[in-house]
C-alpha cells in the first residue's frame, strides 16, 4: 500500500499548530472532519482498494497528523483514483463540515463545564451526549443545518 498525503485541512484552511497546548484534540478532530469530508466529496467506489486515513509524522517540535489517501499501487484504478482525489482537494471547508466543527467546539465547552462543575450532565443538551455530531444532508446550506441540528 502506498500513501499520499492531502493534508490537516483544505489547502486555504487555518489548523491546529504543532506544539500548542490543544493540538493533539485540536488536530485529531480537524483530521477526522477532513477525512469525512474527503469521503463525501469523493466517494471511494466499492472494491476499490483506497481510504481516507489519518496519520502521524514525528516533526521536530512534536508529532503532527494529517489525512492521507491509502492505495493499492498494483491497481490501476486505485492508483487512478487517489492522484484525481489529490489533485482535486478541496480549498477550504464545505458547509457539513463547519457545522461539524462548530458541533465539537461547543460538545468541547460542554465537555468541560461538566468537567470543571460548572453544568451537571443533566443540563447538557442531548445532541451533545453522543461522540459524533449528526448526519447532516451533504447538499445543505450552515444556515439551514443550524435551523434543523442548532447549536
Not at 469523493?42 to 486515513?53: D, K, Q, R, S
Not at 502521524?56 to 486505485?78: K, L, Q
Not at 458541533?103 to 468537567?115: C, H, L, Q, S
Request: hydrophobic share 35%; charged share 25%; proline share 11%.
Amino acid at each position: 500500500m502506498q500513501f499520499i498525503e492531502i493534508g490537516p485541512v483544505p489547502g486555504e484552511e487555518n489548523c491546529a499548530q504543532v506544539g500548542s497546548p490543544d493540538y493533539t484534540e485540536a488536530s485529531l478532530r480537524e483530521c477526522e472532519v477532513f477525512r469525512r469530508m474527503l469521503y463525501r466529496l469523493f466517494p471511494v467506489p466499492e472494491g476499490l482498494p483506497v481510504a481516507y486515513v489519518g496519520r502521524t509524522h514525528p516533526h521536530d517540535f512534536g508529532n503532527y497528523r494529517e489525512v492521507s489517501i491509502r492505495y493499492d499501487d498494483a491497481n490501476n484504478e486505485a492508483v487512478e483514483f487517489a492522484y484525481e482525489v489529490e489533485r482535486s482537494a478541496p480549498a477550504s471547508w464545505d458547509s457539513v463540515a463547519r457545522y461539524e466543527l462548530a458541533w465539537y467546539e461547543r460538545k468541547r465547552a460542554y465537555d468541560v463545564a461538566v468537567r470543571e462543575q460548572r453544568l451537571q450532565p443533566e443540563e447538557v443538551p442531548p445532541q451533545f451526549g453522543t461522540p459524533a455530531p449528526p448526519n447532516l444532508p451533504p447538499n445543505a446550506s450552515f444556515s439551514e443545518m443550524l435551523a434543523s441540528n442548532p447549536l
